[in-house]
């Protein structure tokens, strides 16, 4: 069975630093996998996804994430972080195109002024 | 501009009573879900449906349910044998006809069951 595991329900850090949100996954095959973020009150938008090919993958707002085969590990990175990251941010994997999603529990990033 | 709408935003009912949460999509996917958020648990699946007339429970389908009567539309009902309901609600969508295709959601529906 698939399970996502993220390390952290709380991360904060401050303005300009590096932001690392650690997600782990279980699967017994190539998984399709996701990062989506989620503001206050509102439903969740797709930052990144990784599907085939490339294992750097980059999305929006200045975020990447990479995937690792061999340590079942997709986490989520930004260098420097602003006040507007702030949110909550879901990592997620998938077996099918399309297909219903499993979530990890979440986390909470904080960014300090 | 196409998307998916959820109504109401927020929705109180007294225990006992059943509530039907609304889902519309403009996005002419063929897919749609319905996942449950709690704090500290992340999104759980409650019902999903890949063409009309058709759906599937999820992993927490208890007290529950839905209809896909239109391509457009998913309502959720959640019925007074559901033992806690209070929690935000999440519809998505999907193009299971395109290879990769993200999940695209709604805004949520927080309900209040008191």
């Known amino acids: 069975a698939q399970s996502v595991t993220q390390l952290g329900s709380h991360v904060s850090v401050s303005e300009g630093a590096l932001v690392l949100l650690r997600c782990n996954y279980s699967s017994s095959v190539p998984p399709y996998l996701f990062w989506y973020v989620q503001y206050p009150n509102q439903g969740l938008q797709l930052l990144l996804k990784y599907t085939t090919g490339a294992t750097l993958v980059k999305g929006i707002n200045g975020f990447e994430a990479e995937f690792k085969k061999s340590e079942t590990s997709f986490h989520l990175t930004k260098p420097s972080a602003h006040m507007s990251d702030a949110a909550e941010y879901f990592c997620a994997v998938s077996l099918l195109a399309g297909g219903k999603l499993i979530f990890g529990q979440g986390t909470e990033l904080s960014v300090k002024p | 501009d196409g998307g998916i709408t959820q109504s109401p935003k927020y929705l109180f009912r007294k225990e006992g009573q059943n509530v039907t949460l609304s889902c519309e999509q403009n996005?002419?996917?063929?897919?749609m879900y319905w996942y449950r958020q709690d704090p500290g648990q992340g999104l759980r699946l409650i019902y999903y449906s890949q063409i009309v007339n058709d759906f599937q429970k999820g992993d927490i389908a208890e007290g529950y349910s839905v209809s896909r009567e239109k391509k457009e539309s998913f309502p959720l009902t959640v019925t007074s044998a559901q033992k806690n309901p209070t929690a935000f609600y999440l519809c998505?969508?999907?193009?299971?006809?395109?290879?990769?295709?993200?999940?695209?959601f709604g805004n949520g529906t927080r309900l209040t069951v008191t």
């Open positions: 998505a969508s999907s193009d299971i006809g395109q290879s990769k295709s993200p999940l695209h």
């Open positions: 996005l002419n996917h063929d897919a």
